[in-house]
């Protein structure tokens, strides 16, 4: 089994009928992060058995300015929870969060 070429995946992707589940897709992609670190709700089961969390209520994002090798481009900056890991800090577990950047100009679109 081969791991498709991102075109190929892209047009998979976007073939999905359901815009909620493409949508879903591309920003686990996008952001290599794990479904419990998008998705807002979980089932009544899975929230009272300690089964998942739904991370993605921590998930923020902001337009900003992004400066690299001289060249000034907008681009998107996504602050979201990461499901797997902890931060420890004066003796007490929290939430470890990791930063995403991507560009929003059309040129780096395949």
């Given at each position: 089994m081969r791991t498709p070429d991102y075109r190929s995946?892209?047009?998979?992707v976007d073939a999905i009928p359901?815009?909620?589940y493409r949508t879903l897709i591309k920003r686990i992609y996008l952001t290599a992060a794990r479904v419990s670190e998008v998705?807002?709700?979980v089932t009544p089961y899975e929230e009272g058995h300690g089964a998942t969390h739904p991370y993605?209520?921590?998930l923020d994002w902001s337009l900003v300015d992004y400066e690299s090798e001289g060249v000034r481009e907008k681009a998107l900056l996504v602050q979201m929870a990461v499901a797997k890991r902890r931060r420890k800090r004066e003796g007490k577990e929290r939430q470890a969060?990791?930063?995403v950047v991507l560009p929003t100009s059309l040129?780096?679109?395949p």
């Open positions: 995946f892209r047009e998979a359901d815009r909620r998705i807002t709700k993605g209520r921590y969060y990791k930063m040129c780096y679109e």
